[in-house]
């Protein structure tokens, strides 16, 4: 199991802005899906899926994103990418990033197994 760790969260208030970021080792270069996954306060262990990129360079998104986030995969840092525009409150939480253990498809936004390190992200009304 690949465990990874997130960057780049912070602080802002509604309507900013932040990309996070998640390197890979220089050894995995296999993989079918890369993701973004978030955990909100209050909600114990659990993650939803935030977005998701596959191979052929297809991008999912959760319903929720609304098209104000954008996945992206550097192929030649090894490095997903999440650019975080439009940030609303609900949107604070500890955001993961993941490269494995996937339950379904890449589209469903769902896996199993531990979890590296994750970055916070806090948004202000």
């Known amino acids: 199991q690949v465990q990874l760790v997130a960057s780049g969260g912070g602080s802002v208030q509604a309507g900013g802005s932040l990309i996070l970021s998640c390197s890979l080792a220089?050894?995995?270069?296999?993989?079918?899906?890369l993701g973004w996954f978030r955990q909100a306060p209050g909600t114990g262990e659990v993650r939803e899926g935030v977005?998701?990129?596959?191979?052929?360079?297809?991008?999912y998104y959760a319903d929720f994103v609304e098209d104000r986030f954008t996945i992206s995969f550097d192929n030649a840092k090894n490095t997903l990418f999440l650019r975080m525009n439009s940030l609303k409150p609900e949107d604070t939480g500890m955001y993961y990033c993941?490269?494995?253990?996937?339950?379904?498809?890449?589209?469903?936004?769902?896996?199993?197994?531990?979890w590296g390190q994750g970055t916070q992200v806090a948004v202000s009304s």
């Open positions: 993941a490269a494995d253990n996937w339950l379904g498809s890449c589209h469903q936004l769902r896996r199993t197994g531990d």
């Open positions: 220089s050894y995995f270069t296999s993989w079918s899906c």
């Open positions: 977005a998701a990129f596959g191979v052929g360079d297809r991008r």
